[in-house]
């Protein structure tokens, strides 16, 4: 799979694209990211990428003229071209799903009051919102994007089962994970998952899910 960012932070994404399982994913050749400046597709010599919004009001819109000139030379026939913005579609599951199963994203990180809207009604196909709060400029939320969705190609994630016994794919929130040492600072493991039986681990890691899934988040138990 292929991902093009764009984005005026394209430094932001640095460390998140060499480390972990992603940088093991991109290595593998499974994924590529590909970070662009917005600015390269600026043409007056102070590299303007924004403005003042018609109408008035504060903050600064991201211009039209280099938004297109990057989406129009980054695009490939079918990609999905992408917004990152509070008010798209609130990526969930279904959607990273979705979108990892692609050949080739664009994804456009806006700025400060967002972008003129001709770029929104003409050169994207999809908005994405990451959740209801508001960050500083959408180059975060494309990393989580990409994040979401990388876990869902085949072999980038190492082990593959996790995928389906993690929050979200069940509805249920995790159970409580220990490693060693059995004993630390006075507080055991609880006594079941030393004793090898598989089926009454089992049984007890759900009855957890269950509970803290009604503590924490009892609107997925609905
Ligand atoms: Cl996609 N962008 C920005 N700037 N803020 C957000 C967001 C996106 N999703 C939630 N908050």
């Known amino acids: 799979m292929r991902i093009d960012v764009i984005t005026l932070f394209p430094r932001m994404l640095d460390g998140f694209l060499t480390e972990s399982i992603l940088g093991k994913g991109i290595e ?10 917005l600015r390269q597709w600026t043409t007056d010599k102070h590299r303007t990428a924004d403005d003042r919004p018609f109408g008035g009001g504060a903050g600064m819109v991201l211009k039209p003229e280099p938004v297109f000139a990057a989406i129009e030379q980054l695009q490939t026939p079918g990609c999905r071209r992408i917004y990152l913005t509070p008010d798209g579609t609130p990526l969930s599951p279904a959607l990273a799903g979705e979108l990892s199963r692609q050949q080739h994203l664009v994804l456009l990180s806006g700025h400060y009051e967002g972008i003129d809207q001709r770029i929104r009604d003409t050169v994207i196909d999809q908005e994405v919102s990451i959740g209801d709060y508001v960050l500083t400029n959408g180059t975060l939320a494309a990393a989580v994007l990409i994040d979401a969705l990388a876990r869902f190609i085949p072999g980038v994630l190492g082990e593959e089962k996790s995928l389906t ?18 004993e630390f600072r006075g507080m055991s493991v609880p006594e079941i998952l030393l004793s090898g039986n598989h089926a009454e681990i ?21």
């Open 165 to 182: 016994t993690e929050s979200f794919t069940s509805k249920l929130l995790d159970f409580p994970q220990y490693t060693r040492p059995a």
């Open 28 to 37: 593998s050749g499974r994924l590529a990211v590909n970070v662009h400046d």
């Open 202 to 222: 089992e049984k007890w890691r759900h009855a957890r899910q269950v509970e803290k899934t009604r503590q924490v988040r009892p609107d997925l138990l609905k």
